[in-house]
């Protein structure tokens, strides 16, 4: 083809294209401006447009990456009177984008399929600025939800940052995402998104949160509005969350920002993940808003070891939260030597106007808190509330874990009526007082071998288990050197969410660790292996959020934890368990998981005689049980049922002083080996 009949039919081609464009009122696409490209890249212009690589309506992908990997140091997206459609984009270093009034940048629908799949992203990348007064970068939101056109993913970010440095996002509204407005994580380990500016930003309609912390230093969060998030948990505003105890958030600044009508909380730190070795937070959230989310504020720590509980600061000042379904503060875990947690000058606003129960300051303990909680300051903090209830109260799903340092004013005011509350050691007992449970040791399942109780008692395969265990869940199959075992994983999804693969593995009785194939969410998988030792077999799936049940028609299963804790969900029916010889006390720990999440539960002793039962459980409820005959071991058991009021969803139950196993039937339940 000669170079005449290429540009003849290059010609026709962009007048047909115009054509359609004119009848549809479509823009029409703009070819590429090869001079004004090569002085760009000949380093004559400093500054450039993205029309100059080209634009189409209906996908200038090509075109404005093309643009964004041209070097310009400065890049201005013009307003083309229609979207720039366009697929995943990645970002470069040294480069300011200056998206003009009025643009769309609009994700390239039935595009974005990979679970991960950002607009804009950037990987330990550096010196970036994004400006849009005025412009608008969004997605397809409903599309993502839609389990007939998309895998289920919560990672389909607007702006994705990983390790990046010295970024600066202003003006722009980041929207319908289908998982983060802003997504700040790690590409490398140890190094966070450090020296960031987010400001004039609006994060509306998307899936997840409006912004996500992973890991940052140097953060300022300021002029923000978050609002409208919701479809799949957590739906916060904005959630500081690490994912592991090297991450950190180290001075990060949020100001005069709003968190407004999300699904989720407000303003959320989920600090679980970090630990007292990690670098200390210093995070400082200062005149900021809160309308319509379910709780304003939510800080979680970690209580259940000894070295859980970042260290550090965690302020909020001047803050106004309003209309909170649950709680307006409600702070988690916090352990007394943990980071200083310091409310000034804030104020919450009827909260949890339909939940008379609640209180508008929630502190709580968890399952297995292990230290008391406390070094929280109420510094001339107002609680407006028209219900006739205390302002603070203490949700201890540990027992017996107490509380110290809750310091500060509250001013209360109840339609006319103003009451200031000097928080001394006396009211706070009076208002939250202290219950003591019977202190008994854990039993050490470290390296625990086992065997059968009923070792000549066949197994009824038509018994089947439905426990249910949430998040990490262990279980103990018991199968002889050589023998072909089975067994079947269950994976339920909890809430809205499509099912994914979970994470299963097989650690021998000399705990040699064997990879299995990922088990398929929503439905049963089986699995086969031959024996190589005798014992029990630990059974390890970790479906996070959701959970697992372990069933085999051929060996004996019992649920299991070597931390002596078991999260349940929902379940219900009887359940067995050894005492050996030689106790002479033991107890169950029984607890709910809020004050609408409750369970009945019922102690039987080795006869069948009820020893104790109690309903409602919320907070935690220890059985204790004192045996007078001891000289040989016995089967007890435990039964689990609705309750008469709340809902069945969210539980623990800890074994203190006996061996971490529970099964659904006496034949399949095992012991500590002699």
């Given at each position: 083809?000669?170079?005449?009949?290429?540009?003849?039919r290059?010609?026709?081609?962009?007048?047909?294209?115009?054509?359609?464009?004119?009848a549809?009122?479509?823009?029409?696409?703009?070819p590429?401006?090869?001079r004004?490209?090569?002085?760009v890249?000949a380093?004559?212009?400093k500054?450039?447009?993205?029309?100059?690589?080209?634009?189409?309506p209906?996908?200038?992908?090509?075109?404005?990456?093309?643009?964004?990997?041209?070097?310009a140091?400065?890049?201005?997206v013009?307003?083309?009177?229609?979207?720039?459609?366009?697929?995943?984009?990645?970002?470069a270093?040294?480069?300011?984008?200056?998206?003009?009034?009025?643009?769309?940048?609009?994700?390239k629908?039935g595009?974005?399929?990979?679970?991960?799949?950002?607009?804009?992203?950037?990987?330990?990348k550096k010196?970036?600025?994004?400006?849009g007064?005025?412009?608008?970068?969004?997605?397809?939101?409903q599309?993502?939800?839609?389990?007939?056109?998309?895998?289920?993913?919560?990672?389909?970010?607007?702006?994705?940052?990983?390790?990046?440095?010295?970024?600066?996002?202003?003006?722009l509204?980041?929207?319908?995402?289908?998982?983060?407005?802003?997504?700040?994580?790690?590409?490398?380990?140890?190094?966070?998104?450090?020296?960031?500016?987010?400001?004039?930003?609006?994060?509306v309609?998307?899936?997840?949160?409006?912004?996500?912390?992973i890991?940052?230093?140097?953060?300022?969060?300021?002029?923000?509005?978050?609002?409208?998030?919701?479809?799949?948990?957590?739906?916060?505003?904005?959630d500081?969350?690490?994912?592991?105890?090297?991450?950190?958030?180290?001075?990060c600044?949020?100001?005069?920002?709003?968190?407004?009508?999300?699904?989720?909380?407000?303003?959320?730190?989920y600090?679980?993940?970090?630990?007292?070795e990690?670098?200390?937070?210093?995070?400082?959230?200062?005149n900021?808003?809160?309308?319509?989310?379910?709780?304003?504020?939510?800080?979680?720590?970690?209580?259940?070891?000894?070295t859980?509980?970042v260290?550090g600061?965690?302020?909020?000042?001047?803050?106004?939260?309003?209309?909170?379904?649950?709680a307006?503060?409600?702070v988690?875990?916090?352990?007394?030597a943990?980071?200083?947690?310091?409310?000034?000058?804030c104020?919450?606003i009827?909260a949890?106007?339909?939940q008379?129960?609640m209180t508008?300051?929630?502190?709580?303990?968890?399952?297995?808190?292990?230290?008391?909680?406390?070094g929280?300051?109420?510094?001339?903090?107002?609680?407006?509330?028209?219900?006739?209830?205390?302002?603070?109260?203490?949700?201890?799903m540990?027992?017996?874990?107490?509380?110290?340092?809750?310091?500060?004013?509250?001013i209360?005011?109840?339609?006319?009526?103003?009451?200031?509350?000097?928080?001394?050691p006396?009211?706070i007992?009076?208002?939250?007082?202290?219950?003591?449970f019977?202190?008994?040791?854990?039993?050490d399942?470290?390296?625990?071998?086992?065997?059968?109780?009923?070792?000549?008692?066949?197994?009824?395969?038509?018994?089947?288990?439905?426990?249910?265990?949430?998040?990490?869940?262990?279980?103990?199959?018991?199968?002889?050197?050589?023998?072909?075992?089975?067994?079947t994983?269950?994976?339920?999804p909890?809430?809205?969410?499509?099912?994914?693969?979970?994470?299963?593995?097989?650690?021998?009785?000399?705990?040699?660790?064997?990879?299995?194939?990922?088990?398929?969410?929503?439905e049963?998988?089986?699995?086969e292996f031959?024996?190589?030792?005798?014992?029990a077999?630990?059974?390890v799936?970790e479906?996070?959020?959701?959970?697992?049940?372990?069933?085999?028609a051929s060996?004996?299963?019992?649920?299991?934890?070597?931390?002596?804790?078991?999260h349940?969900?929902?379940?219900?029916?009887q359940?067995?368990?050894w005492?050996?010889?030689?106790?002479?006390?033991?107890?169950?720990k029984?607890?709910g998981?809020n004050?609408a999440?409750?369970?009945?539960?019922?102690?039987?002793?080795?006869?069948?005689n009820?020893?104790?039962?109690?309903?409602?459980?919320?907070q935690?409820?220890?059985?204790?049980?004192?045996?007078k005959?001891?000289?040989?071991?016995?089967?007890?058991?435990?039964?689990l049922?609705k309750?008469?009021?709340?809902?069945?969803?969210d539980?623990?139950?800890?074994l203190?002083?006996?061996?971490?196993?529970?099964?659904?039937?006496?034949?399949?339940?095992?012991?500590?080996?002699?």
């Open positions: 083809m000669t170079l005449h009949t290429f540009l003849i290059r010609l026709l081609i962009i007048h047909c294209a115009l054509a359609v464009a004119a549809s009122g479509a823009p029409a696409p703009k590429p401006d090869e004004a490209i090569r002085e890249a380093g004559k212009r500054e450039a447009r993205a029309s100059w690589w080209g634009f189409d209906a996908d200038s992908t090509a075109a404005l990456q093309a643009a964004i990997n041209s070097g140091k400065r890049l201005i013009e307003n083309m009177g229609a979207p720039w459609v366009v697929d995943k984009m990645q970002l270093s040294d480069q300011e984008i200056v998206f003009a009034k009025g643009v769309i940048v609009q994700a629908r595009a974005f399929k990979g679970a991960g799949d950002s607009l804009f992203s950037a990987s330990l010196n970036i600025t994004l400006t007064y005025g412009a608008t970068l969004k997605m397809w939101k599309d993502y939800d839609d389990k007939t056109q998309y895998k289920h993913a919560e990672w389909r970010h607007v702006l994705n940052f990983h390790s990046c440095s010295r970024v600066r996002v202003t003006g509204t980041l929207a319908d995402s289908g998982g983060d407005g802003i997504y700040l994580g790690v590409a490398q380990r140890g190094v966070p998104c450090s020296d960031f500016v987010i400001k004039d930003v609006a994060c309609n998307n899936y997840r949160q409006g912004i996500s912390v890991s940052a230093r140097n953060l300022l969060i300021e002029n923000c509005v978050l609002k409208d998030t919701w479809g799949t948990a957590p739906m916060a505003g904005i500081f969350e690490p994912n592991h105890p090297s991450e950190e958030l180290v001075n600044v949020m100001r005069n920002c709003v968190s407004e009508n999300n699904r989720g909380d407000a303003y959320v730190l600090l679980r993940p970090l630990h007292a990690s670098k200390p937070i210093s995070i400082r959230i200062e900021c808003r809160s309308r319509g989310c379910r709780s304003s504020a939510r800080f979680i720590t970690g209580n259940d070891t000894d859980a509980g260290k600061t965690m302020d909020f000042i001047n803050c106004k939260f309003t209309g909170s379904e649950h307006g503060i409600a988690s875990e916090k352990p007394l943990g980071a200083r947690v310091s409310f000034v000058n104020e919450i009827h949890a106007t339909n008379p129960a508008p300051i929630l502190l709580s303990s968890g399952a297995n808190g292990v230290d008391t909680i406390g929280i300051r109420f510094v001339n903090c107002t609680v407006r509330d028209n219900q006739n209830r205390l302002p603070m109260s203490y949700h201890d540990s027992g017996g874990v107490g509380l110290r340092d809750i310091t500060g004013t509250l209360v005011k109840r339609g006319d009526k103003r009451t200031t509350h000097r928080l001394t006396k009211l007992a009076e208002w939250m007082p202290f219950r003591s019977k202190q008994i040791g854990r039993f399942a470290k390296g625990l071998r086992c065997e059968p109780v009923l070792r000549d008692v066949k197994l009824d395969a038509k018994q089947r288990s439905h426990a249910k265990q949430r998040g990490l869940s262990e279980w103990l199959l018991w199968a002889e050197a050589g023998q072909q075992a089975s067994f994983v269950l994976i339920r909890v809430g809205k969410g499509e099912p994914r693969p979970v994470p299963v593995s097989l650690v021998a009785p000399s705990g040699k660790l064997t990879k299995l194939r990922n088990a398929q969410g929503g049963e998988t089986a699995y031959q024996a190589a030792e005798t014992g077999h630990k059974i799936c479906p996070q959020g959701w959970t697992a049940t372990v069933n085999s060996h004996r299963v019992c649920v299991y934890s070597e931390s002596s804790s078991i349940f969900l929902g379940t219900t029916g359940y067995f368990f005492v050996p010889a030689g106790t002479k006390e033991f107890a169950i029984v607890s998981e004050a999440e409750c369970v009945k539960a019922a102690l039987f002793d080795a006869g069948g009820k020893v104790e039962e109690k309903d409602n459980i919320s935690a409820h220890q059985f204790v049980a004192t045996l005959n001891t000289a040989a071991g016995e089967i007890w058991s435990l039964r049922d309750p008469t009021t709340g809902v069945l969803e539980f623990h139950v800890q203190q002083g006996i061996p971490p196993l529970l099964s659904h039937t006496k034949e399949s339940l095992l012991k500590p080996a002699k």
